[in-house]
């Protein structure tokens, strides 16, 4: 109740040009994000591990994007570790977008991203977007960006369901240099509360 109390506080004391986003991301990572003029970002995700408590990962990020007609830029530093410190990593997303068309959007992440036990490693992810109507879209990318902790070439297909400010998007994870068990189908869900 207490929780509950707390977020609608925030939510009536936020400037009107401010949001507060909640969501997942790859079934395993619960994020809440304070967003200001579209432009600076707050952001902090914890995993949902079947694991104790102390094994649990959590993330901070603080991130600043700007538009420039066509063209998207964000940077986003981001620092995690577990909550018994077993292991960090730190790292930054930079993030170029560039939508030619209001309905199809190519994107590249870049991925400076250094963990303790494995060390640092250069990720990328390049990729697009195809709104095919109304509220649907296909999405794709080909990416090396950890989607646990080690490096690993992927490629992800799926679709992004759109219903207002809430995101829905299910794809496949496959391989391109590891054996097919290894596939794996990830969800992730993203709703903006709007301010009125």
């Not at 400037?15 to 990572?29: E, F, L, M, W």
């Not at 079947?50 to 993330?59: A, D, P």
């Not at 303790?116 to 109304?134: E, M, N, R």
């Not at 400010?165 to 068990?181: G, K, Q, R």
Request: charged letters at 20%; one cysteine or more.
């Amino acid at each position: 109740m207490k929780l509950i109390f707390t977020f609608v506080l925030l939510y009536i004391l936020i400037p009107a040009q401010a949001q507060i986003s909640v969501g997942v991301r790859d079934n395993k990572y619960a994020h809440i994000t304070y967003c200001l003029h579209d432009a600076w970002s707050f952001k902090t995700e914890h995993s949902a591990f079947s694991e104790k408590m102390g094994y649990q990962y959590l993330r901070a990020t603080i991130g600043y994007g700007k538009t420039l007609e066509k063209i998207r830029m964000d940077i986003s530093p981001y620092l995690g570790t577990t909550w018994n410190g077993s292991f960090y990593n730190c790292g930054a997303e930079i993030k170029v977008a560039y939508t030619p068309f209001p309905f199809f959007k190519l994107y590249l992440n870049i991925n400076p991203h250094k963990d303790s036990d494995y060390g640092y490693k250069t990720c990328w992810a390049a990729g697009g977007s195809w709104q095919v109507s109304g509220g649907i879209a296909v999405v794709a990318e080909w990416r090396t960006i950890p989607e646990y902790r080690m490096k690993e070439n992927r490629i992800r297909g799926g679709f992004r369901f759109t219903c207002g400010t809430f995101e829905v998007t299910p794809e496949i994870s496959m391989p391109t240099d590891a054996p097919a068990h290894t596939l794996r189908m990830l969800v992730s869900f993203n709703y903006t509360f709007e301010k009125r």
